[in-house]
Each structure stands twice: as structure tokens, then as C-alpha cells.
Nanobody
Framework: QVQLVEYGGGSVQAGGSLSLSCVAP?????????VAWFRQAPGKEREFVAT????????LYADFVKGRFTVSRVNEMNTVRMNMDSLNPEDTAVYYC????????????????WGQGAQVTVDS
């Protein structure tokens, strides 16, 4: 497992942008992990948002964020970043990054390591 910490998030008006970073400690061999973003709104289950391969060459997105969210990574910096544009109130949630072994995994149970979460609030 690897320790993960999320940074960023906050509050924004509908149509605005925010970014999140997921950072692992140095010497954590971060590049061996597939990394994903999930989110959980109040009263709802945790849902898949996006994932990125170990190298960063490929990404997958949930349909509801395609064209609006972009995930990238810099393994030398032990960092995965998610830029979120055209935010709407339905995007309000706690966002979590997670690390695992299986590319394409979309359920929380498939990920071994989790960050503490970062709040994203979008006002209408």
C-alpha cells in the first residue's frame, strides 16, 4: 500500500474550474500504481470518476465528466493531478484518490490505498 494525500478542491461558482492533486511520499515507488479518482456526495455511494495508467499514457473517464475533467501524472513528482472545468452543482462531493494494481478498475473495492478526501463545492 501507499500513503496518499489530496490537495486542492474548494468552492467555486457553476461553470468554474478547480484542480486536485494526489501526492505520495518520496521513495514510494508511485509509478507502479494505477491511480484513480472517486467521489462521494452526501447520502450517495462512492463513484468512479477517472483513472490513469502507471505511465500516464492512457486515461479513462466516467461519462458524466468526459470533456470536462482531465487527469495527468508526473511520477518523478509522485503526483497525479485532476483539472476540473465547467463544474456544475452535481459535481459537489468529497473527492478521493486511490492507488491499485489493475488498470481499468472502476469499483472502490479494487483499490488498496486511499487518500483522506478533498471537498469540492459548486454553487449554482
Amino acid at each position: 500500500q501507499v500513503q496518499l494525500v489530496e490537495y486542492g478542491g474548494g468552492s467555486v461558482q457553476a461553470g468554474g474550474s478547480l484542480s486536485l492533486s494526489c501526492v505520495a511520499p518520496a521513495r514510494s515507488n508511485f509509478g507502479r500504481y494505477v491511480v484513480a479518482w472517486f467521489r462521494q456526495a452526501p447520502g450517495k455511494e462512492r463513484e468512479f470518476v477517472a483513472t490513469i495508467t502507471r505511465s500516464g499514457a492512457d486515461t479513462l473517464y466516467a461519462d458524466f465528466v468526459k470533456g470536462r475533467f482531465t487527469v495527468s501524472r508526473v511520477n518523478e513528482m509522485n503526483t497525479v493531478r485532476m483539472n476540473m472545468d465547467s463544474l456544475n452543482p452535481e459535481d459537489t462531493a468529497v473527492y478521493y484518490c486511490a492507488a491499485g494494481d489493475d488498470w481499468g478498475a472502476r469499483t472502490p473495492e479494487e483499490y488498496l490505498s486511499w487518500g483522506q478526501g478533498a471537498q469540492v463545492t459548486v454553487d449554482s
